[in-house]
């Protein structure tokens, strides 16, 4: 009965299929551990969820450097094990959204395999390059650091924005835009609801001429935004408006809110767009070189894009991010830091993505070793740094801290052999003895369950979803918000901070608090509440 799209009412789930829940006990999460966990899902509340790739994958870049877009990771299971996710979760009205990374493939895609031919076919669908006196042919650096370029064995190079397993398709060659179409056109008919577009905002590149001055992402002015861009997402979405009612939501990298309203304009190339400018507050220039959390950065942060942007991608962890319970909230505080931050995600304009484990406030592993780690990106950077003589011990430090296999380890079902009964692929955090489903939904309190009471408190009040939202006056590292429906008004007053804030409060109609009580003048640490009738 809202004037809202499903997409904007929904409350999305990411899962990191890889990590999820293993049933044939190989270690690997698999789709039927998914179809699983759907009775969890919808226990919990959430209408969507979006997959992290299952396609056929080479694994160098865990799913994100596809082989077979028709088929599914023989590790995960079949294309019918898939269909029956697609049908369970219809039952349960849970729609599912499928990653599509349409800015590379992997380098044992059968069309990379032929475009290593000149001759091919298949030449035009990746970018190669002769050399400049046998060295690379432009400047440009990576997002895994160090040289865009390949050389291959004939002498010429061939361009990877991530790793050198990750060639870039040439998107101005026609024909790469139609296999794309081709692809949706048959996980649409599958019964899916939407894509998560990979990176989808530089894959056209417009000239290949050496990038001016930046510290990352030299050559970026080249390929970022570009107007092709523009016109190649607006044609793949148009192609299917007609007959589908399914959504797009892409990951546009290094964005601002006027970047995002022309993603998001009429024209209606993307529904949603995840903008990083909030992830990044704890960093200077990237992410692996951090500075101390402030709350008040987050907060500012947040107030630009909600009040810049109409209908913001709302999320503070995915696969990419480690972990966000510590990083925006204290280790002395788990459970206040959790359901603070959950309160702040479901009650923000926008649709909300949790992602799996955020659920019960999972943490970050505590890694000793770098043969831990399993991420290509881990890897890379660690040989980057250290061709660069950066000393071991403070490279490990930052890789620790930054590594996004933080939010890789596997899903916390019990407390012990929930996830598998084998080794999985990826160490389990040994802190699942604390932080885990089955222990949560016995507690009387625990982050689970009052993630379970946000998302029904956000269904339950018109306001927190369609509402318009105006922030209030507050003490520092506070945040405060009206979200207004009609003659119904919502106060969210969040306590960002570790410290007791003053701040003078109405005690009555509460719809949750993440405290037993409500004092009169102050907040307490990381206290998050939703008062009803407004001020
Ligand atoms: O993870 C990052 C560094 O923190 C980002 O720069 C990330 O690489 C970027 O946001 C693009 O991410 C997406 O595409 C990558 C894949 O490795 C990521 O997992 C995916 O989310 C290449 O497909
Ligand atoms: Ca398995």
């Keep these: 009965d809202m004037n809202l799209t499903w997409w904007q009412q929904m409350v999305c789930y990411q899962v990191y299929p890889r990590s999820f ?107 190669y390059k002769e050399g400049k006196n046998g060295k690379v042919p432009n400047n440009w650096t990576g997002f895994f650091g160090g040289s865009v370029w390949q050389k291959t064995e004939r002498g010429d190079f061939y361009l990877h924005l991530f790793s050198h397993k990750q060639p870039d398709l040439n998107f101005k060659n026609p024909k790469v835009k139609e296999e794309f179409k081709k692809i949706m056109a048959f996980w649409l008919d599958l019964g899916i609801a939407g894509f998560r577009c990979d990176v989808c905002n530089v894959f056209y590149k417009e000239s290949l001429e050496n990038g001016k001055f930046r510290l990352v992402l030299k050559g970026l002015e080249h390929y970022h935004q570009t107007k092709r861009n523009h016109e190649i997402l607006q044609e793949l979405k148009q192609a299917f408006n007609k007959d589908y009612d399914f959504m797009m939501v892409g990951e546009t990298v290094m964005i601002n809110p006027k970047m995002a309203n022309d993603l998001l304009s009429t024209e209606k190339e993307l529904d949603l767009v995840f903008s990083f400018e909030h992830m990044e507050t704890d960093q200077i220039n990237n992410k692996w070189f951090k500075r101390k959390h402030r709350p008040e950065r987050l907060i500012k942060a947040l107030m630009k894009w909600q009040t810049q942007v109409d209908w913001n991608a709302n999320y503070f962890e995915n696969h990419d991010q480690p972990r966000s319970v510590y990083r925006f909230g204290d280790k002395r505080y788990h459970y ?48 980057i740094g250290r061709k660069l003589r950066i000393p071991k011990k403070y490279l490990f430090k930052m890789i620790k801290t ?63 979803v369609e509402g318009t939202i105006s922030f209030i006056k507050t003490p520092k590292g506070v945040l405060g918000f009206e979200r207004t ?19 003078a409060l109405h005690r009555s109609q509460i719809l949750i608090n993440n405290y037993e009580t409500v004092l009169k003048h102050k907040l307490m640490p990381y206290q998050a509440l939703i008062i009803g009738g407004g001020l």
Excluded at 351 to 380: A, L, V
Excluded at 441 to 457: A, D, F, G
Excluded at 485 to 503: E, S
């Design 21 to 127: 829940k293993d049933t044939n006990n190989d270690g690997i999460g698999d789709i039927n551990g998914i179809i699983e966990k759907l009775d969890y899902l919808s226990w919990l509340g959430v209408n969507a969820i979006w997959l992290s790739p299952v396609y056929v994958s080479a694994n160098d870049d865990f799913g994100y450097d596809i082989i077979d877009y028709y088929d599914i990771n023989q590790e995960y299971g079949t294309l019918d094990d898939m269909k029956r996710l697609i049908e369970k979760a219809t039952e349960k009205n849970i729609k599912i959204i499928m990653d599509l990374v349409m800015n590379h493939t992997s380098d044992e895609h059968p069309w990379f395999i032929e475009s290593k031919d000149p001759n091919s076919a298949y030449r035009d669908y990746y970018i």
């Design 402 to 464: 930054s590594s996004r296999d933080n939010a890789r380890t596997p899903m916390q079902w019990d407390t012990s052999e929930g996830f598998s009964q084998a080794v999985p692929w990826l160490a389990i955090n040994p802190n699942q003895k604390d932080i885990n489903v089955k222990s949560q939904m016995i507690q009387e309190k625990s982050v689970l369950k009052y993630y379970k009471k946000m998302i029904n408190v956000r269904k339950e009040n018109k306001p927190l």
């Design 485 to 503: 429906y009609q003659d119904k008004k919502l106060l969210v007053v969040i306590n960002l901070t570790n410290k007791v804030k003053k701040m």
């Design 336 to 383: 206040y830091s959790a359901t603070m931050l959950s309160t702040l995600l479901l009650s923000l304009r926008g649709t909300p993505f949790i992602y799996q484990g955020q659920e019960i406030g999972m943490t970050n592993f505590d890694f000793t070793q770098m043969d831990q780690f399993k991420d290509t990106e881990s890897k890379r950077i660690y040989e």
